[in-house]
């Protein structure tokens, strides 16, 4: 009854993360750099959703000690 038990999370387990590895998936495309050039700028193409008013986007900086900050935005 054990090894069903295990072998039942195993496989849920399975399931889960193939659903959940194609929802995170990204598309990054570089945009822009600062002016010193030291921080740049991303646009995950993969993610972008617009309508005839507005674009929401996730934009990624990376930071010269390699700190990534990433924010959703919307453009009007």
């Not at 054990?2 to 195993?10: F, Q, S």
Request: glycine residues 4%; aromatic residues 18%; charged residues 20%.
């Amino acid at each position: 009854m054990k090894r069903m038990y295990k072998t039942l999370c195993m496989f849920v387990i399975a399931l889960l993360s193939i659903g959940f590895t194609t929802t995170f998936a990204a598309s990054w495309y570089f945009v822009t750099a600062n002016s010193d050039g030291t921080e740049l700028y991303y646009i995950d193409n993969a993610s972008v959703t617009k309508n005839n008013y507005r674009a929401f986007v996730w934009i990624k900086n990376v930071k010269p000690d390699s700190r990534i900050n990433l924010g959703r935005f919307y453009i009007r």
